[in-house]
């Protein structure tokens, strides 16, 4: 898209809110929105002069069990509140990210008999608990993922790992990560060499058996930096 | 970080302050919900604000009032219960994490959880291995349901400008528009639905937003 042509940027937001933008139309579009906030105001415009069409729909009244499943799921996500602004939570941060590196310091003094260590990263809840913790050999042939606390998936759902290279690109699977104790996941040739550059990992709630797209599809719970270590 | 459920953005700084001492606050919103019919948009965004801080019973309430709407967008979307129960908690579970980015300049509350939720049923809608109906069911399935009960609705409700405007198109572009909003018809869905090329659907599109836009914006 040219991204200075005003009525082509209208028309795309139109039909991003009306749904007939779609397919790898529609992703860019979602790549666009996260960059550029006058774009996501002629959404919102659109939205806003469609909704009536909406309230046109008479209320159903959802299935029972909707509202348990949604607390159940909120429940073991703890929140993502405003943090940025928050003292206390930087003071967390601070904390738990020092308990956490000389944990990991011991971890990996204690443990020589491991394969040389070349990557690492801590993954880390909204509310900056570490949960997992990530590691790969220089060869970054394999993932050693080791569950800090046991939290398990929701009842029907996986956790998947996925490698995002940057904002530029859609997440890659990494495989499904346990939600206790440790896995070793190996890595698919072709995602090695993304590994080794400054990538995020991140967690997300899936359907049982990963997304079946091969997209990231459910909410995001973990994540944290790939650091290489020297 | 990788999920964009929402438009919203942080404007000014919230605190970190879990907001449970809420009751004066919930008496009111009590008292106002029975003086009033519909869902004040102040009411929702407190609700969204409240819950933008954690406070699980405003997000509950929040649930009892707007999920019958948003279920049917769903519902209406995806035609399979299961499928629109799943987007409807799918978009709950995104409103919780994201409601403390809502800015009520960003139009209203309704609008924006609204969207969060047709986004993701469209999202289920286009997944290439779904389970729901293909192209000819989705098209068959317009035929026991159709657009007459909707098109009742808006000769209904003349108050929203869009209905105004919406009736003022003409047949093929209103059709194509409602068919593409309500039934979630991709532009080839809708063309195989009134056996016309694919170029014309578009057109039809294009210019029936552009004339709705034009009408609700003299």
């Given amino acids: 898209m040219n991204v200075n042509d005003s009525a082509l940027r209208d028309r795309l937001a139109a039909e991003y809110v009306l749904g007939t933008l779609q397919g790898a139309a529609r992703r860019r579009f979602e790549r666009w929105l996260d960059r550029d906030a006058a774009l996501r105001g002629q959404v919102a415009e659109w939205e806003e002069r469609m909704s009536p069409l909406g309230s046109a729909l008479p209320p159903v009244e959802p299935p029972a069990d909707a509202w348990r499943m949604i607390e159940q799921r909120i429940a073991s996500q703890r929140k993502r509140v405003n943090l940025w602004y928050c003292v206390e939570f930087w003071r967390a941060v601070g904390i738990v990210a020092s308990l956490a590196v000389i944990a990991l310091l011991v971890y990996l003094a204690l443990a020589p008999r491991q394969p040389a260590v070349a990557y690492v990263a801590v993954l880390t809840d909204t509310a900056a608990q570490p949960e997992l913790i990530i590691s790969a050999s220089p060869a970054r042939d394999a993932l050693r993922v080791h569950a800090v606390a046991a939290r398990p998936a929701p009842p029907g759902k996986s956790l998947q790992l996925w490698l995002v290279p940057d904002s530029q690109h859609a997440p890659l699977s990494l495989g499904l990560v346990p939600g206790e104790g440790s896995r070793t996941l190996e890595v698919p040739v072709a995602l090695r060499q993304a590994l080794g550059a400054t990538a995020t990992l991140a967690v997300s709630i899936e359907p049982a058996g990963g997304s079946p797209t091969g997209q990231l599809t459910g909410p995001v719970i973990y994540q944290g930096k790939w650091l290489k270590r020297d | ?218």
């Avoid at chain 2, 929040?62 to 035609?79: N, Q, T, W």
């Avoid at chain 2, 409103?95 to 924006?112: C, D, F, K, N, V």
């Avoid at chain 2, 192209?135 to 026991?144: F, K, P």
Wanted: charged share 20%.
């Fill in chain 2, 1 to 218: 970080m990788v999920r964009r459920p929402g438009q919203g953005r942080l404007t000014r700084a919230p605190t970190c302050r879990r907001a449970d001492a809420g009751r004066a606050w919930h008496n009111r919103a009590g008292h106002q919900r029975r003086s009033a019919i519909n869902h004040p948009t102040d009411i929702l965004a407190a609700l969204l604000s409240r819950s933008g801080r954690g406070d699980r019973r405003a997000f509950a309430e929040l649930y009892r009032r707007v999920a019958p709407h948003l279920y049917a967008v769903a519902l209406r979307l995806l035609r399979n219960a299961d499928a629109a129960s799943e987007a409807l908690q799918d978009g709950f579970v995104s409103i919780w994490m994201h409601a403390a980015e809502y800015q009520s300049g960003r139009g209203a509350p309704l609008t924006w959880m609204t969207s969060i939720i047709r986004h993701r049923a469209l999202d289920v809608l286009r997944q290439p291995a779904s389970r729901l109906p293909s192209d000819t069911d989705a098209v068959e399935a317009l035929a026991d349901s159709g657009l007459g009960p909707l098109e009742r609705a808006i000769e209904a409700d003349l108050s929203a400008a869009v209905h105004d405007c919406l009736k003022r198109l003409p047949g093929p572009q209103r059709q194509s528009i409602m068919l593409a909003f309500f039934n979630g018809l991709t532009h080839s869905q809708i063309a195989a639905h009134l056996a016309k090329p694919l170029g014309t659907v578009k057109t039809w599109v294009r210019q029936g937003l552009i004339s709705l836009k034009g009408c609700l914006e003299p």
